[in-house]
């Protein structure tokens, strides 16, 4: 029987929780979209659970890259071969998809970037995580607060006859100022489509300001689903905007894509821990390092209690050593 060699990507986040598998071609072969729920651990652990049923045990995990703002943790349970921020696993993926690709637009579930590329290679970007209008979890409550299920929001805004304005700089603003144009009688059609075009103002302004956006343009993340954002930025910018397949996990392909070519690069064996480690017990505790002025908030990970890693110290002295003085690998 020939073996199937498969490379893991995985992007936790805040909000969802992806894996993607890809073949020795590139080819993704498996994803999985989870909500990560605040709990990450388990996020991580439930889709490993789920990949082990899909495959047949004619596969080998050859190797497996983590991203996302969880990426460390990911990198400590599974076992990756490879840490990478989310800027550059973007990028790699979106290049895969269209090599000569010059824009990158990502709004995920809680922020959102903008990539820009010259001759392949990353020269400036931008994120925002600190303002939630325009990004998933915002969309989602402002479907939930209409009674209309997110996967109609699109398709709804488009209907409009009549876009209104609303004021999209703020999440709070941007709220108040949907439910004030409802209450003096705006159709749900003019103000969804009123509010994607000032979601994409509100991106272009702060995330785009200054930046010259060239084509091809590649919009990903899982907003990327939404045609009513997807229409308005094509709009706005007067330019066509492509959507890769695997938008909503180009995270996670990116990193699988990017563990791949290291273990190519003559890496023998990976780091992954195998289908068995969902059955570990896994726990997350915080400690506060009094021993100087800056008061370390460290982060202890730890499988069937013992001390996988910790991290969050900036002297090294936790994070360099174990529970029982032995040094962390």
Same mark, same amino acid.
């Given at each position: 029987m020939e073996m199937k060699l498969l490379y893991l990507g995985v992007d936790v986040g805040s909000v969802s929780t992806n894996f993607v598998l890809i073949d020795e071609k590139d080819q993704v072969v498996e994803k999985i979209y989870l909500r990560t729920g605040g709990q990450p651990i388990n996020a991580l652990r439930k889709g490993i659970g789920l990949l082990s049923e899909k495959l047949g045990e004619d596969t080998i995990i050859k190797g497996?890259?983590?991203?996302?703002?969880g990426r460390q943790l990911a990198g400590v349970i599974?076992?990756?071969?490879? /840490?990478? +921020?989310?800027?550059?696993?973007? !990028?790699?993926?979106?290049?895969?998809?269209? %090599?000569? #690709?010059?824009?990158?637009?990502?709004?995920?579930?809680?922020?959102?970037?903008?990539?820009?590329?010259?001759?392949?290679?990353?020269?400036?970007?931008a994120m925002n995580t600190v303002c939630a209008a325009g990004t998933g979890s915002f969309l989602d409550r402002q479907a939930a607060r209409l009674e209309i299920s997110i996967d109609e929001f699109g398709a709804l805004a488009?209907?409009?006859?009549?876009?209104?304005?609303?004021?999209?700089?703020?999440?709070?603003?941007?709220?108040?100022?949907?439910?004030?144009?409802?209450?003096?009688?705006?159709?749900?059609?003019?103000?969804?489509?009123?509010?994607c075009e000032a979601? /994409?103002? +509100?991106?272009?302004?702060?995330? !785009?300001?200054?930046?010259?956006?060239?084509? %091809?343009? #590649?919009?990903?993340?899982?907003?990327?689903?939404?045609?009513?954002?997807?229409?308005?930025?094509?709009?706005?910018?007067?330019?066509?905007?492509?959507?890769?397949?695997?938008?909503?996990?180009?995270?996670?392909y990116g990193a699988a894509l990017i563990a791949k070519d290291k273990m190519k690069q003559g890496v023998k064996?990976?780091?992954?821990?195998?289908?068995?480690?969902?059955?570990?017990?896994?726990?997350a505790k915080s400690i506060e390092c009094n021993d100087c002025s800056n008061l370390c908030e460290i982060i202890e990970i730890t499988s069937n209690d013992e001390v996988l890693a910790r991290w969050g110290d900036r002297c090294g002295k936790w994070s360099n050593v174990k529970k029982h003085g032995e040094e962390v690998g």
């Open positions: 497996v890259g983590a991203t996302g703002s599974i076992g990756a071969d490879i /840490v990478k +921020n989310e800027i550059t696993t973007h !990028a790699v993926a979106a290049q895969k998809v269209v %090599p000569d #690709v010059r824009t990158i637009l990502e709004i995920g579930g809680q922020d959102s970037k903008i990539i820009l590329l010259r001759n392949g290679i990353v020269y400036d970007f488009l209907k409009s006859k009549s876009s209104v304005r609303i004021a999209g700089r703020c999440a709070v603003f941007a709220e108040s100022d949907m439910i004030h144009k409802q209450q003096t009688g705006h159709s749900v059609e003019d103000i969804l489509n009123g509010l979601l /994409v103002r +509100n991106y272009l302004n702060n995330l !785009a300001k200054g930046k010259e956006i060239e084509e %091809p343009i #590649v919009f990903q993340g899982g907003v990327a689903a939404n045609i009513g954002i997807v229409s308005a930025f094509e709009k706005t910018l007067g330019k066509k905007i492509i959507i890769p397949s695997y938008y909503d996990v180009m995270g996670a064996n990976t780091k992954f821990y195998g289908f068995e480690m969902i059955k570990n017990d896994y726990k």
